[in-house]
């Protein structure tokens, strides 16, 4: 299957920071990404579908001036949580989609662990 | 918008036994349906996947079934072994947008 990487894998950061996170989709080009944050022993949320070249699409409740998405390439998006708070604090991941068919499959990074202290 | 339903929520076996998973969605328009696992402290991987023009689909040790008349689909382990011991997400998608997962199972082959 695809390969899709996240980095960093882990990051800690104290409060009223900003962290990255990116998003690359190593063998394949990806139009479309998506992000999902994980609760310990919950199912995957989705926050936001970012699609190259445009602007993402937040889903409800989710602060677009908080997580910042950007999707500059057809491998590359990043997340980036500004002004981090404890409550921020969770398994974030992305997913990329493959194009061209009529069914798209999404490929998994292999998440970030976020801890804002 | 879609709800997709999984159970059970914990299913525990003994190496060898069969593990089935069920999932059940709402939208008649969803026409795909991936299985994925995940393993602790990771990403989610396919482990296989169902599009709507089909009713199973098999490979080796896993199979996925669909009743779109239904709405449901489930996921059957065969043989399992203690690797197979993760949580197992079902999820739907009409094709091109977001998947909406299930709550997830919790699978423990002891040995």
């Known amino acids: 299957g695809a390969v899709v990487s996240q980095h960093p894998s882990r990051v800690i950061c104290k409060s009223g920071t900003s962290v990255k996170i990116e998003c690359r989709s190593l063998?394949?080009?990806?139009?479309?990404m998506f992000w999902y944050r994980q609760f310990p022993k919950q199912s995957l949320m989705l926050m936001a579908t970012?699609?190259?070249?445009?602007?993402?699409?937040?889903e409800q409740g989710v602060e677009k001036d908080k997580f910042l998405i950007n999707h500059a390439s057809l491998t590359l998006s990043t997340l980036t949580v500004t002004s981090a708070h404890p409550e921020d604090s969770s398994f974030y991941i992305c997913?990329?989609?493959?194009?061209?068919?009529?069914?798209?499959?999404?490929?998994f990074g292999p998440g970030t662990r976020l801890t804002v202290l | 918008g879609e709800n997709v339903e999984q159970h059970p929520s914990t299913l525990s076996v003994q190496e060898g036994d069969s593990a089935v998973i069920k999932c059940t969605y709402s939208?008649?328009?969803?026409?795909?349906f991936p299985w994925y696992k995940q393993e602790l402290g990771k990403g989610p991987q396919l482990i296989i996947d169902?599009?709507?023009?089909?009713g199973e689909k098999k490979d080796q040790r896993i199979a996925v079934t669909l009743n779109k008349t239904a709405k449901h689909f489930s996921l059957h382990i065969t043989e399992t072994q203690p690797e197979d011991s993760a949580v197992y997400f079902c999820?739907?998608?009409?094709?091109?947008?977001?998947?909406?997962f299930g709550k997830g199972t919790s699978l423990l082959v002891t040995p």
């Open positions: 997913s990329a989609m493959t194009s061209g068919g009529v069914y798209n499959e999404q490929f």
């Open positions: 063998d394949f080009q990806a139009t479309t």
């Open positions: 970012s699609n190259e070249g445009s602007k993402a699409t937040y």
């Open positions: 939208d008649s328009a969803s026409n795909y």
């Open positions: 169902i599009r709507s023009n089909v």
């Open positions: 999820a739907a998608s009409n094709s091109g947008y977001a998947l909406n």
